[in-house]
């Protein structure tokens, strides 16, 4: 809780699949008016949204260039 009242939210939803984990977390402010009777809010009241999108397995590593590409895309950018 900020010292004007308002919340500081975060929410993960963890999805895994073919060895493969990704987090979706969601960042932002709160104005508790704006949370409902039934403990909820819309997306529309959440100020300074931030998305973020984390995987995690197999196919990011294999997605990650190694140090000699990396190496090689240094000495010739074109």
């Given at each position: 809780?900020?010292p ?11 999805v895994?699949f ?7 977390v969601?960042?932002?402010l709160?104005?508790?008016d ?12 959440i100020?300074?949204?931030r ?6 397995g197999q196919l990011?590593d ?11 895309e ?5």
């Open positions: 809780v900020m004007n009242g308002n919340l500081v939210i975060e929410g993960v939803r963890v895994t073919s060895g493969e984990t990704q987090y979706v969601l960042h932002g709160v104005r508790p704006d949370i409902s009777a039934a403990n909820t809010i819309f997306s529309s009241n100020a300074d949204a998305v973020e999108f984390i995987a995690e990011t294999a997605q990650k260039r190694g140090w000699l590409t990396k190496l090689y240094k000495l010739r950018p074109f």
